[in-house]
């Protein structure tokens, strides 16, 4: 009876150290696993930060193009916005990974003179390059073309005044000879005059094989279509893209 009892004694003692040694073993793999966690946890740390850095620097250094124009730069009649000369020079920019963020502030029916009034609450954002695309509905209403070249003025000095390191770009225009050819000639030579007098960048005429070409134009004969958006952003990229840095 007593060897029974010596017996289960030695088998409990056993039991014990066993269990103990169990735990020791547990509590080294639980400690070391924790050191990899916090090992890793330090890597990716280590890892993400830079590139978090990157892209908020990437971020700050974004610049604007403001397009500051009518109907014309606001894409009437389209079904998408993004369809807009705007719009498509914006893809462009973005495939060449270029950090400018395209602002289209056009308002269908805008004249030289609206322009001028909301003029200040544009410019409540850096434009780095701005581009002024105003007239035409001046010009189909006959508006007296020394009042439409004193309120363009008066937005480019606006621009200058608060922003003088911003490159402008002024989009010339022409209208069909229905207020006279005298008036029609004046509207046409008032952009090139505007350019030289204020050293602007100018594109020509925005509306270059699309004016007056019905298949590239939507039924009221004025506003382009999808496709006639297209050649106007190539219009406009032409003198825009050597600016861009």
């Not at 701005?130 to 606006?158: M, W």
């Not at 007056?212 to 506003?223: A, E």
Request: net charge neutral; proline share 4%.
């Amino acid at each position: 009876m007593l060897k029974n009892n010596q017996l289960l004694i030695h088998i409990n003692n056993l039991s014990q150290k066993v269990f103990l040694k169990f735990c020791c073993i547990f509590l080294l793999i639980f400690i070391f696993s924790c050191k990899q966690d916090a090992s890793k946890k330090t890597t990716n740390a280590e890892t993400t930060t830079p590139d978090t850095e990157i892209n908020q620097t990437e971020n700050n250094n974004v610049k604007t193009i403001v397009f500051f124009g009518d109907s014309l730069t606001a894409g009437y009649g389209l079904d998408d916005v993004n369809d807009a000369y705007p719009g498509i020079i914006q893809q462009k920019i973005d495939s060449l990974q270029l950090n400018y963020n395209i602002v289209n502030s056009g308002v269908s029916g805008e004249t030289t003179s609206g322009g001028k009034n909301r003029i200040d609450w544009v410019l409540n954002q850096k434009p780095t390059v701005f581009i002024l695309e105003l007239g035409a509905n001046d010009g189909l209403r006959g508006v007296p073309l020394k009042q439409s070249k004193e309120n363009l003025q008066d937005i480019i000095d606006a621009v200058k005044k608060k922003y003088p390191e911003t490159i402008i770009v002024l989009a010339g225009m022409q209208i069909p000879p229905n207020m006279g050819q005298e008036y029609t000639t004046e509207f046409k030579n008032m952009f090139p005059d505007l350019a030289t007098k204020n050293d602007l960048y100018l594109v020509p005429f925005l509306l270059e094989n699309v004016g007056g070409i019905s298949d590239l134009n939507q039924k009221d004969g004025i506003h382009p279509t999808k496709e006639g958006h297209q050649i106007l952003a190539k219009n406009v990229w032409t003198v825009l893209k050597p600016i861009l840095k």
